[in-house]
């Protein structure tokens, strides 16, 4: 098991949610923001932006107890913190090894609530951690979206721990020039979500390595899910490591 050595402390969060409603679309939609306050954070929708009236036309009234009818709501960190297990439960270290965050690590509540995802079973809720803000290097655990798409080209049972993960931008996509897909074996396995492509773009054009492995698979063959263990690091230029020696 790897773990993640650098924790990158967000200023900001985006909050996602998706649809249950059969026969609709499911792809997910930005409807906030979480802008960290402190030791707290406050919940800014983004009612001005395509997704939010996608979501809104497809019946997102809001996060539980903090509708729409106001843009802002200060000091929420509390009430999201309830999607996770309390730091106080005897196996919260458990909980964390599955996150790939060290038990002794020095992480916030806020920082913590974007690495996990803070996804619940029985709502259609999720947050995501951006890492606009990191510095490499750091690492991240990444959920590969939308394998269950690919399923037949790239067989659950064909995936093995530590396979080596590329990422390839896709302009080509007629739905988003910017995604970029996930490639195992040669084989296209998914997605990189898009709360997170635009960071993916910014450390390939500043030339950081940006390599990954599967760290987890969880599920069935009915719902797989593959998790990657990516690192973001900087590479040295060449002129400049050779003053270095």
Not at 16 to 32: I, L, N
Not at 138 to 158: D, I, K, M, N, T
Request: hydrophobic share 35%; with cysteine.
């Amino acid at each position: 098991m790897r773990y993640i050595e650098h924790i990158v402390e967000p200023e900001r969060l985006l909050l996602s949610w998706q649809t249950s409603q059969p026969g609709k679309d499911r792809g997910r939609m930005f409807v906030g923001e979480f802008i960290r306050n402190g030791e707290d954070a406050d919940l800014v929708y983004l009612p001005d932006s395509d997704d939010f009236k996608k979501a809104r036309s497809l019946g997102f009234e809001g996060y539980p107890g903090f509708n729409t009818n106001h843009e802002k709501y200060d000091q929420v960190l509390f009430a999201f913190m309830k999607r996770l297990p309390p730091r106080s439960r005897g196996d919260f270290g458990k909980y964390l090894d599955s996150l790939r965050i060290r038990r002794d690590a020095k992480i916030s509540n806020f920082a913590l609530l974007g690495y996990s995802g803070a996804k619940l079973p029985d709502d259609d809720f999720t947050v995501i951690h951006t890492f606009e803000n990191g510095v490499p290097p750091f690492e991240f655990l990444l959920h590969v979206q939308g394998y269950r798409y690919y399923v037949e080209q790239l067989p659950f049972a064909s995936i093995k721990l530590e396979q080596k993960a590329i990422f390839q931008a896709e302009r080509e996509n007629p739905a988003d020039s910017r995604a970029i897909k996930i490639v195992l074996s040669g084989v296209r396995a998914g997605y990189v979500c898009r709360g997170l492509t635009e960071s993916f773009h910014k450390w390939f054009a500043a030339g950081h390595a940006v390599n990954a492995n599967v760290e987890r698979i969880n599920g069935t063959d009915k719902l797989p899910e593959i998790y990657l263990y990516v690192s973001v690091e900087s590479i040295e230029p060449q002129s400049l490591r050779g003053l270095a020696d």
